[in-house]
C-alpha cells in the first residue's frame, strides 16, 4: 500500500512538474488576448491572465523591443511570447530554449493568425528576439500554419 501510494504521489508531483504555466499580460479591454489565451487552454497551457492598464511595462521588463510588440505578452519559462504565436511555435522553443533568445514573438496583430481568425489569412513572420535586441526569423506563418521556415 505504501508502495503505490509512493507512486501515485511521485506520479501527481511529475505532472505538476510539467504543466505549462502561460503567464499573459494584456489590457483590460482587449478581446482578441482572451481569445489567443483560449487557443493556448485548448493547446494544453495552464493560462494565468492578468489584466491590468500597466500591462506594457512587462514588455519594458522583458526587455521586449517596440518592433517586435503585440498587443499582449505572455511569459513562460522565462521567455516572453508577444502577440498571436502559434502553438507550434511556442512547442520549439521551450523544446529547445536557446539561450541567446529572450522570447519569440508575431509582431503587430497579424489577421488569421491564433486569436485574430476574421477570414482573412495573410502571411506574417514569427521572429525569435535576441538578448541583444536584433532577431532571427523562426517562420512565415499564413494563419496557424507554417509555410516556411529559415
Request: contains cysteine; negative net charge.
Amino acid at each position: 500500500m505504501k508502495k503505490l501510494f509512493l507512486t501515485l504521489t511521485l506520479g501527481f508531483t511529475s505532472l505538476l512538474a510539467n504543466e505549462k504555466i502561460l503567464n499573459i499580460y494584456e489590457s483590460p479591454t482587449c478581446g482578441c488576448c482572451d481569445l489567443w489565451a483560449n487557443y493556448m487552454k485548448d493547446k494544453g497551457y495552464k493560462v494565468q491572465i492578468h489584466k491590468s492598464e500597466d500591462f506594457l511595462k512587462i514588455k519594458e521588463k522583458m526587455n521586449i523591443q517596440p518592433m517586435y510588440q503585440s498587443c499582449h505578452t505572455g511569459v513562460i519559462d522565462d521567455y516572453a511570447i508577444e502577440g498571436h504565436v502559434p502553438e507550434d511555435a511556442v512547442a520549439w522553443l521551450l523544446e529547445n530554449k536557446p539561450e541567446d533568445v529572450i522570447g519569440i514573438s508575431a509582431p503587430g496583430m497579424p489577421q488569421g493568425s491564433p486569436g485574430m481568425e476574421q477570414g482573412y489569412e495573410e502571411e506574417y513572420p514569427v521572429v525569435l528576439m535576441l538578448k541583444n535586441g536584433d532577431y532571427k526569423i523562426y517562420g512565415i506563418y499564413k494563419g496557424h500554419n507554417l509555410i516556411k521556415t529559415n
